[in-house]
């Protein structure tokens, strides 16, 4: 830890922007990213950098890092303990990476190397930069695993990226970027690909190491539940400049700035989870008789054929889904929540058991009369970029399934369209446009306008919101939720994110490897769930106040000691 | 700590104030200021085909190859006429005449100031060959057959490809396994030999160049099916085609609509340059002698006649060498223009290591 040359002043920042500016040169215009930015980092302490798609986070990261592309322009001033980074040659850059500033990126799966160790890996900055070599070098990699929270570290520094888990990988991450003391860490949306319980355990963490090495953190997200569990100070970025700087405190309880304001309010919530054990549930509204069962599963398993050998991804789930109703599913990933989606839409067979649409049950009708069926299911999926056919103007995109299934003609197609258009609120010119002129959430519209082309009677959402920003999340959710009531069909609303669906569902079925662990209304599962599983997932859940955080630090502490009580 | 500070100075000088909505109000809502964008975007809207034509135009190497290849195919359908329709020069590829000069070219590009006879085009620009036939007729004349010659293969090669590769890429399993062993086995085959046996035979039974262009398309096509079928296999993961199918699309409107014009780049990228190896495959087969045959002629089929006269007549050799090449080169940059336009990323690269030699 004595290698660095030049030691920080105690009063010097870690990091800091003085009126820091990013044009990007495109093919028509100049787009300003950043403008005039100045924000400071203090050693160990972490600066919460906030805000949506598009407000320059990321690209204030990279000026740091110096990794912008050649057709980004600079100016202003970036320090790195003291050094300004802006226009600084490529040699002496890559000397401070490491040593000065490192990063943790975004997704754990692409950003190890899948053909080398993790000996070789955590090694290679320390011999790069000349910290330490051969055994010296694997001793301190195997002290930085252990740091970080790895099993067995000199075992496991021998195995390759695939042989650790997801969290296990991002825990490696962490450890590649504090290798050489770095006087400050960027971490550009750390825990965003991982699922919330791993969320937890990686705050967790970083948490620990700031204390423990003075480093001072950037850590960009768009996450306010992450920003509270984690941040001292919180910046917040609004179309490439700064609308809002304070503790975090000030910041996500007493907004001063009218984007923040909208924001906060934006940010889905779960109500505060029952722990005490003495919730009493309403009592349960009698069975409608009269009500039309929309989507019904009986016993359902779902297999993928794995070249040859059986991967049973859903196994023995039931659940019934009636008209006017918004079934909830959710579950970490790998727990066969969008499997049971695909299904209902025949892009997988069912094993075994019932999946019956309308009474209908799928795995028996002939093809012809399994596509009629399909008329009466819409979809939307989760990453709008890929969900629209690139070739094909809005108006082809929002009409294809009557083209598919030969309804109407041309006037009446354009006229649907017209009308679907104004239903999710886009202007009516928006038919000749193309999907890359739209944003996410445009784009997002415009396939719930497809989903509805043919007034469906099942709408089936796989993970709608998770791509989008939250004030955008939210203008979709509010969509969806006016559509339903103004339509009535029913959803299938599959989801990873618990206040998503708490917000939306009206029942919920709860699952994990494949089983269903927890399945009822909602106001019974999430606010007082029965299941171990069920209340680990609510308590990982970050929320986007400081002190209610803290609160629920500490009980997630309690739920997990009493899980297990040898550790 | 200066947060309560540095709070105010930002409040009095927020860039936001700029930003106003219609009502006056600040904007502060992302989907707000994108539905404004957007409504306020009054711009001819640009289809990815405009913006791919908007590049191709900027990229002068291909720009000027395509009026190489315009003049040259104009020059040569136009010069001797073709089906039938006489051109504007006056002598017949067929028939012999007198020889001027030992057939020399009578074609002068110099100027008199610069001690040159001036712009002259004589009586044979391009010479005579021994027989005394005027070999500017001759050589359009094989120019002509070469064109149409690549043009078929092109077209046959990138037809057969696209849908071989779409078809393995969709269903992939077995139908994938038992295209692409078929691939294979064209592919293990030494082109020039295969093309060889099938030419003179098809020469030997209808003598047409259209049967041969045929059997060379035939022949090609392997380059491009795996290709596509790559193309395709990732593509048909996109949620865009899961969306078709789950409203219930039929997979020949999957693939036809929503896969292949998406791999329009791929194709027709290399469809240029199939025609590129497609004129360079005939000059070869005629060369040694088993594709075109006399009395038909192509560029090749010229090399290969009149190489004994390198060394005496060596513009006989010369002008179908000069011509081949010039198709050949101004194809490959056209594929090139063609390649960047569809992936703008690669044109990037290039600017990016530009500039980095520079600093």
């Known amino acids: 830890m004595s290698t660095q040359t030049?030691?920080?002043?105690?009063?010097?920042?870690?990091?800091?922007f003085e009126n820091l500016s990013?044009?990007?040169?495109?093919?028509?215009?100049?787009?300003?990213?950043?403008?005039?930015?100045?924000?400071?980092?203090?050693?160990?302490?972490?600066?919460?950098?906030?805000?949506?798609?598009?407000?320059?986070?990321?690209?204030?990261?990279?000026?740091?890092?110096?990794?912008?592309?050649?057709?980004?322009?600079?100016?202003?001033?970036?320090?790195?303990?003291?050094?300004?980074v802006?226009?600084?040659?490529?040699?002496?850059?890559?000397?401070?990476?490491?040593?000065?500033?490192?990063?943790?990126?975004?997704?754990?799966?692409?950003?190890?190397?899948?053909?080398?160790?993790?000996?070789?890996?955590?090694?290679?900055?320390?011999?790069?930069?000349?910290?330490?070599?051969?055994?010296?070098?694997?001793?301190?990699?195997?002290?930085?695993?252990?740091?970080?929270?790895?099993?067995?570290?000199?075992?496991?520094?021998?195995?390759?990226?695939?042989?650790?888990?997801?969290?296990?990988?991002?825990?490696?991450?962490?450890?590649?970027?504090?290798?050489?003391?770095?006087?400050?860490?960027?971490?550009?949306?750390?825990?965003?690909?991982?699922?919330?319980?791993?969320?937890?355990?990686?705050?967790?963490?970083?948490?620990?190491?700031?204390?423990?090495?003075?480093?001072?953190?950037?850590?960009?997200?768009?996450?306010?539940?992450?920003?509270?569990?984690l941040a001292d100070r919180v910046a917040v970025m609004f179309r490439g400049s700064l609308v809002e700087t304070g503790t975090v405190d000030q910041v996500l309880n007493r907004p001063q700035h009218p984007y923040t304001q909208k924001?906060?309010?934006?940010?889905?919530r779960l109500e505060a989870v029952d722990i005490s054990g003495?919730?009493?549930?309403?009592?349960?509204?009698?069975?409608?008789?009269?009500?039309?069962?929309?989507?019904?599963?009986?016993?359902?398993?779902?297999?993928?054929?794995?070249?040859?050998?059986?991967?049973?991804?859903?196994?023995?789930?039931?659940?019934?889904?009636?008209?006017?109703?918004?079934?909830?599913?959710?579950?970490?990933?790998?727990?066969?929540?969008?499997?049971?989606?695909?299904?209902?839409?025949?892009?997988?067979?069912?094993?075994?058991?019932?999946?019956?649409?309308?009474?209908?049950?799928?795995?028996?009708?002939?093809?012809?009369?399994?596509r009629a069926v399909r008329a009466k299911i819409g979809v939307i999926f989760q990453d709008p970029a890929a969900s629209l056919n690139p070739r094909f103007p809005i108006g082809d995109c929002i009409t294809e399934p009557m083209v598919v299934h030969k309804v109407g003609n041309r006037a009446a197609r354009i006229k649907r369209a017209t009308e679907l258009?104004?239903?999710?609120?886009?202007?009516?010119?928006?038919?000749?446009?193309?999907?890359?002129?739209?944003?996410?959430?445009?784009?997002?519209?415009?396939?719930?306008?497809?989903?509805?082309?043919?007034?469906?009677e099942l709408l089936i959402a796989d993970e709608p919101t998770s791509a989008l920003d939250v004030s955008v999340q939210a203008a979709v959710l509010e969509m969806i939720q006016e559509l339903q009531e103004r339509y009535e069909f029913a959803c299938l609303f599959v989801s990873h994110d618990l206040a998503v669906v708490d917000l939306l569902a009206h029942s919920v079925v709860v699952m994990k490897d494949g089983h269903a662990v927890e399945q009822g209304r909602?106001?019974?599962?999430?606010?007082?769930?029965?299941?171990?599983?069920?209340?680990?997932?609510?308590?990982?859940?970050?929320v986007p106040e400081p002190g209610e955080q803290a609160v629920r630090r500490e009980a997630r502490r309690i739920l997990l000691a009493n899980d297990n009580p040898d550790s | 700590m200066s947060e309560h500070q540095n709070n105010d100075e930002l409040r009095g000088s927020s860039n936001m104030q700029s930003e106003m909505g219609p009502d006056g109000h600040p904007v502060v809502s992302l989907a707000e200021v994108e539905d404004a964008e957007l409504a306020k975007n009054e711009s001819q809207s640009r289809s990815q085909g405009q913006l791919i034509r908007r590049r191709f135009l900027n990229h002068k190497p291909a720009i000027i190859s395509s009026v190489v290849l315009v003049f040259i195919t104009v020059m040569a359908f136009s010069s001797i006429g073709f089906a039938g329709i006489p051109g504007w020069w006056d002598k017949d590829y067929s028939k012999a005449g007198e020889l001027i000069n030992g057939g020399a070219p009578t074609l002068s590009l110099l100027p008199t100031w610069l001690g040159g006879s001036g712009l002259a085009f004589g009586e044979s620009p391009f010479g005579q060959d021994n027989t005394g036939k005027d070999y500017f007729a001759l050589v359009m004349r094989g120019t002509q057959k070469s064109i149409i010659i690549a043009v078929i293969v092109g077209m046959v090669a990138t037809f057969i490809g696209a849908i071989i590769g779409a078809v393995a890429g969709y269903f992939r399993g077995w139908v994938d396994e038992v295209l692409m062993r078929i691939t294979d086995l064209f592919i293990v085959i030494p082109l020039l030999v295969l093309a060889a046996v099938l030419a003179q035979m098809v020469g030997n039974k209808s003598g047409s160049i259209f049967a041969l262009a045929f059997v060379l398309g035939l022949l090609t096509w392997t380059g491009l099916a795996r290709l596509v079928r790559g193309e395709i296999l990732s593509l048909r993961e996109r949620e865009y085609v899961a969306a078709a199918q789950a409203m219930g699309s039929k997979t020949s409107r999957v693939i036809f609509k929503h896969?292949?014009?998406?791999?329009?780049?791929?194709?027709?990228?290399?469809?240029?340059?199939?025609?590129?190896?497609?004129?360079l495959l005939e000059t070869s087969l005629s060369y040694l002698g088993f594709g075109v045959q006399p009395p038909e002629t192509s560029l090749g089929l010229l090399i290969s006649q009149y190489q004994n006269a390198f060394t005496n007549r060596p513009w006989l050799f010369w002008w179908p060498g000069m011509i081949i090449v010039a198709i050949a080169l101004s194809v490959n940059f056209l594929g090139d223009g063609l390649r960047d336009a569809f992936d703008p990323r690669q044109t990037r690269k290039a600017k990016r290591r530009k500039t980095k030699e520079l600093s």
């Open chain 1, 6 to 16: 030049h030691e920080p002043a105690t009063t010097g920042t870690a990091l800091s």
């Open chain 1, 22 to 84: 990013v044009t990007f040169q495109t093919e028509f215009s100049d787009v300003k990213a950043v403008k005039g930015l100045s924000l400071e980092v203090f050693p160990g302490e972490v600066v919460a950098l906030v805000g949506e798609s598009g407000s320059g986070k990321s690209v204030t990261s990279t000026a740091a890092m110096g990794l912008l592309p050649s057709n980004a322009s600079i100016t202003g001033k970036a320090f790195v303990g003291g050094i300004n």
């Open chain 1, 86 to 229: 802006v226009n600084l040659p490529e040699a002496k850059m890559r000397k401070m990476r490491a040593t000065d500033i490192a990063m943790v990126f975004q997704e754990p799966m692409t950003a190890l190397n899948p053909v080398l160790t993790i000996e070789r890996q955590l090694t290679e900055s320390l011999e790069l930069h000349g910290l330490a070599y051969g055994k010296e070098a694997t001793a301190r990699a195997v002290e930085l695993l252990e740091m970080v929270g790895i099993p067995e570290p000199r075992k496991r520094i021998k195995q390759y990226p695939h042989q650790f888990s997801g969290g296990q990988r991002q825990r490696i991450v962490i450890a590649m970027a504090i290798s050489c003391d770095p006087k400050v860490i960027i971490a550009d949306e750390p825990t965003t690909a991982l699922d919330v319980t791993v969320q937890a355990e990686i705050l967790d963490l970083l948490r620990e190491l700031k204390d423990k090495l003075n480093t001072g953190i950037l850590l960009i997200t768009h996450n306010m539940g992450v920003v509270a569990d």
């Open chain 1, 263 to 268: 924001l906060l309010a934006a940010v889905p």
């Open chain 1, 278 to 370: 003495d919730w009493q549930p309403e009592p349960i509204a009698p069975v409608n008789p009269n009500r039309t069962l929309v989507l019904e599963a009986k016993n359902l398993v779902l297999e993928y054929d794995m070249r040859g050998s059986k991967f049973r991804a859903v196994d023995d789930v039931s659940f019934e889904l009636a008209r006017g109703e918004i079934l909830g599913i959710v579950g970490e990933s790998g727990s066969g929540k969008s499997t049971i989606a695909k299904a209902v839409l025949g892009l997988l067979p069912v094993a075994s058991g019932v999946l019956a649409v309308q009474g209908q049950n799928l795995t028996q009708l002939r093809p012809k009369a399994a």
């Open chain 1, 421 to 456: 258009l104004e239903a999710v609120h886009l202007p009516a010119s928006v038919i000749n446009r193309y999907p890359h002129e739209l944003s996410g959430g445009q784009r997002q519209r415009v396939c719930i306008a497809r989903a509805l082309t043919l007034d469906p």
């Open chain 1, 522 to 542: 909602v106001s019974d599962v999430l606010h007082a769930p029965q299941h171990d599983y069920t209340r680990r997932l609510l308590a990982a859940a970050p």
């Open chain 2, 259 to 279: 896969l292949l014009p998406n791999t329009v780049g791929v194709i027709v990228v290399n469809a240029t340059f199939a025609i590129a190896g497609a004129i």
